[in-house]
C-alpha cells in the first residue's frame, strides 16, 4: 500500500472505524483520528469514554476489533496497516516507532535512569555502547545530566517522569503516547514535566498523543479530541 506525497505530508497515523468491546461495554464505536507531524493532540472524555483505549487501539496494546490503523513510514515511501502485521511485527513496530509514558512512570526500579532509557535500545537489538550513548543525549536533553547513574528511587517524582519521557523518546519513535503523564505530580512539577514532553517530544516526523482528564494539560496541545460513550464528539 502506498500513500501519495499529499498523504505522506498530512499525518503520521490514521485510525479508521476503530471498533472496539469488551463484554457488554462498547469502549470504542467507529472512531477515526488522524495524527499529523509536529503536534500534540490531546485526548479527553469523562470516565468509560473510550480514551484510553482510543490510543491503546492504534498502539497495538489493546487490538481492534474493527477498523483500520495505518502509519506512515519513516522514509516516506508508503505505509503499513497494522492490522495486517504479526503479533512479532506489532512488537517490534512499538519498540521502534512508538514511545510510552504512564502516570507511574513504570520504571524498573533496580534499574538506574540511564538503564531504564537504555532498556528499549537493547529490547531492540542496539549493542549496549550505542544503547547507554543515547541514554546519555536523552538525559541532557531533558535537563537530567548527571543523574544516569541513580536509580530511580533517588530521583524526584519530576525527575523519575522525565525519565520516563527519555525512555519513550530514545528509540526515535513517530509517536509518542502519554497516558496522563502530569496526573501524579503536583502542578507546579507537573507543569515542567509537560514542557519537557512537548519541547522534545513534538517534530517534524514526530507527534505526541496525550491522554489526560486535565482541561490545563489540554490547553497546552494544539488540539483536543473529546470522546463519549466511544465515539469521538470533537476534534478528530
Known amino acids: 500500500m502506498t500513500a501519495s506525497p499529499t498523504t505522506r505530508a498530512g499525518w503520521l497515523l490514521r485510525a479508521e472505524g476503530l471498533g472496539k468491546t469488551f463484554g457488554a461495554t462498547q469502549a470504542l464505536a467507529a472512531a477515526d483520528l488522524s495524527i499529523r507531524p509536529g503536534e500534540a493532540v490531546a485526548i479527553m472524555g469523562p470516565s468509560g469514554s473510550g480514551k484510553s483505549t482510543l490510543p491503546h487501539a492504534p498502539a497495538g496494546i489493546v487490538p481492534a476489533d474493527s477498523g483500520a490503523v495505518i502509519l506512515r513510514r519513516p522514509d516516506g515511501d508508503g505505509v503499513d496497516d497494522l492490522a495486517a502485521l504479526s503479533d512479532d511485527e506489532r512488537s517490534a513496530l512499538r519498540l521502534r ?21 537504555a532498556l528499549p535500545l ?49 528509540p526515535d519513535p513517530s509517536i509518542v503516547f502519554a497516558d496522563e503523564p502530569t496526573g501524579a505530580l503536583d502542578s507546579h512539577t507537573a507543569d515542567e514535566v509537560l514542557d519537557a514532553l512537548l519541547a522534545v517530544g513534538r517534530g517534524p516526523d514526530r507527534a505526541v498523543l496525550v491522554v489526560t482528564h486535565d482541561e490545563h494539560v489540554a490547553s497546552r496541545c494544539d488540539r483536543v479530541v473529546r470522546l463519549r460513550d466511544g465515539r469521538i464528539e470533537e476534534g478528530s
Not at 97 to 107: A, D, E, K
Not at 158 to 168: H, P, S
Request: glycine share 14%; hydrophobic share 45%.
Open 97 to 117: 516507532r512508538f514511545g510510552f509514558v504512564f502516570q507511574q512512570g513504570m520504571l524498573p526500579p533496580e534499574l538506574t535512569a540511564a538503564e531504564n532509557i
Open 122 to 170: 537493547l529490547l531492540a537489538g542496539s549493542s549496549r555502547a550505542d544503547a547507554a550513548q543515547r541514554a546519555e543525549e536523552e538525559l541532557r536533553a531533558l535537563g537530567l545530566d548527571g543523574l544516569g547513574g541513580r536509580r530511580i528511587g533517588a530521583l524526584s517524582g519530576g525527575q523519575a517522569q522525565r525519565v520516563a519521557i527519555a525512555r519513550a523518546l530514545a
